[in-house]
């Protein structure tokens, strides 16, 4: 079975500051896709990233970065520098290849404050 | 038009309404899917059709009827829903098998009265 799991609830920081979001994944599939969505408050799902399971590297655009650690099944994202505009839901999803269907965490709100 | 569009966003019916949502994809996709977002739940996938085909319903309520006349076009038919379906409903297309995830309307929010 695939599982995801966001621990953190919700997240609250003062602008400027850096903050991690945690994800933690279970599958048996050897590959997967690993996505991060942004959900604002006008309800859209945001495609941030997808990193194939073959893919440790981490990878960073401007202030988001993400560290994938296949032997602790995390798929973090880190974002640097918070801003107001930052404050959303943040949904971590893993999706095996044979069909593309997305298993998504329970979600992280992000809450920054200027 | 680009992207992922979804009418209405905003909805209230009552339990006895027959209503539907709508789904465009502007992105050349071959496959879409209907989600529903509910407090403190994680995303529940509803439907999904590939190539105009149903090729998923995971268990959902006959109250939910889907209709896929293309395939840039989806809808959802709502008749005598309860007030627990009120929820966000969330369209998303994709290619299908081609790993690159899934792209999503803003949504419609439904309140069942």
């Known amino acids: 079975a695939q599982k995801v799991t966001q621990a953190q609830t919700e997240i609250s920081v003062v602008e400027k500051e850096d903050v991690t979001l945690d994800c933690v994944y279970e599958?048996?599939?050897?590959?997967?896709?690993l996505f991060w969505y942004k959900q604002p408050p006008s309800g859209e799902l945001v495609f941030l990233i997808r990193?194939?399971?073959?893919?440790?590297q981490n990878e960073i655009s401007g202030r988001y970065s993400w560290n994938f650690q296949k032997s602790t099944s995390s798929f973090n994202f880190t974002i640097t520098a918070s801003q107001v505009v930052d404050s959303a839901v943040y949904f971590c999803?893993?999706?095996?290849?044979?069909?593309?269907?997305?298993?998504f965490g329970t979600g992280t709100r992000l809450l920054v404050s200027p | 038009e680009t992207g992922v569009t979804q009418t209405p966003r905003h909805l209230v019916m009552g339990m006895t309404n027959k209503k539907s949502l709508k789904c465009e994809q502007h992105?050349?996709?071959?496959?879409m899917y209907w989600y529903k977002q509910s407090a403190k739940k994680p995303l529940e996938l509803m439907f999904v059709y590939s190539l105009e085909e149903r090729v998923e319903n995971n268990s959902v309520p006959s109250r939910f009827s889907p209709e896929c006349p293309n395939s840039s076009h989806l809808f959802l038919h709502l008749h005598t829903l309860q007030p627990e379906d009120s929820a966000l409903y969330l369209c998303a297309s994709s290619q299908e098998r081609g790993g690159r995830g899934q792209y999503f309307g803003p949504g419609t929010r439904l309140l069942v009265l």
């Open positions: 999803a893993l999706m095996n290849t044979g069909f593309q269907k997305l298993v």
């Open positions: 599958t048996r599939d050897t590959t997967y896709y």
């Open positions: 992105l050349g996709h071959n496959a």
């Open positions: 990193r194939n399971s073959f893919d440790e």
